[in-house]
């Protein structure tokens, strides 16, 4: 897979499938807090006889550099983090500097938002907490710099990161989350477009009317919860079995294939290194034009991650 590239408008090489964690261990600096947000699930797991989950729920806080090592491994090298994820920037930076590869081979982004600028561990600054960044992931520069959410004073935010991207700190920016009027009312003051725009996406919410706009604008998409998780909205559904059963491959290959042949890069988040695996073996087959239509007509603008961008507001005790 680590010839598959995607190209930004800016003649930077984007791998075509990426790696991201999600928070670890959040709120760890508030102790208090941290225990009793692990032991209610412990607690509930036990009633249940839901060991499984238990393991999950301890392995995203303390087996996560396994997992970020293990998708290195595999040929992950497009890497996504950001600086309201706890201490995933932490535990990327340390995978990537013990690893046989050379900085150059990664492709690594990071986000800020408004929400990192109040926090009580951040900077009140985008370069403050951009500075931080870097200190995390053990870098003198990112490849892509995100704005997490366009909420506050966002445009502000943004010039901000156009600043960074200008003094070559940051190999491309980009933003999160846009709507269409988001988009439109950047055009009005940036310097920069967006290079990058990452978004929920998958075959419920495929997003047709931002795809059509990034593509005219050459923004190149990162989808989160790219395979909507696997719930069972999507193992259900009969197209997506359909195609599966077709080529002989899995629903998550189908959808992860789907992306590819969109121009999307999808953003896997798994622990299993199984999964890993199966989703970087999509590039043996391809979906006919008809499967591609098949996949659209299924979009409902299922949010399966509803949320306006502001968490939990214990987020303060991140790192």
Not at 223 to 241: C, D, F
Not at 246 to 254: D, G, L, R, S, V
């Amino acid at each position: 897979m680590q010839d598959k590239r995607f190209m930004l408008r800016n003649g930077i090489e984007v791998p075509v499938i990426g790696f991201g964690t999600g928070v670890i261990k959040r709120y760890i600096r508030k102790p208090s807090i941290f225990v009793k947000a692990r032991i209610r699930p412990v607690l509930s797991g036990v009633k249940h006889f839901n060991f499984k989950g238990i393991y999950k729920v301890w392995q995203q806080d303390f087996g996560m550099d396994k997992v970020i090592d293990e998708a290195i491994s595999q040929g992950y090298t497009l890497l996504d983090t950001g600086r309201i994820y706890g201490h995933s920037e932490l535990e990327m930076g340390k995978a990537v500097a013990k690893s046989s590869l050379k900085r150059s081979d990664f492709f690594i982004n990071t986000k800020v938002s408004d929400m990192d600028l109040f926090r009580e561990c951040s900077p009140n600054d985008v370069e403050g907490n951009f500075r931080l960044s870097l200190k995390y992931l053990q870098t003198d520069y990112v490849d892509g710099y995100l704005l997490h959410w366009p909420h506050g004073n966002w445009l502000d935010i943004y010039r901000q990161m156009e600043d960074i991207y200008e003094a070559g700190l940051a190999r491309s920016i980009g933003v999160c989350n846009f709507h269409l009027e988001h988009f439109l009312r950047l055009e009005q003051s940036c310097r920069v477009m967006p290079m990058l725009h990452q978004t929920e996406l998958h075959p419920l919410n495929s997003k047709k009317e931002i795809r059509s706009y990034c593509k005219k604008n050459g923004i190149l998409i990162m989808a989160h919860t790219p395979t909507g998780r696997m719930y069972s909205i999507i193992r259900q559904n009969e197209v997506l079995k359909g195609l599966a059963k077709k080529y002989n491959k899995t629903i998550a290959q189908i959808i992860v294939r789907w992306h590819y042949q969109n121009g999307v890069v999808p953003i896997i988040a798994t622990k299993s290194a199984a999964h890993m695996n199966e989703n970087m073996d999509i590039f043996d087959f391809v979906l006919s034009e008809s499967d591609m239509d098949m996949i659209e007509s299924i979009d409902q603008g299922e949010v399966l991650l509803p949320g306006n961008g502001v968490d939990d507001p214990r987020y303060i005790w991140n790192l």
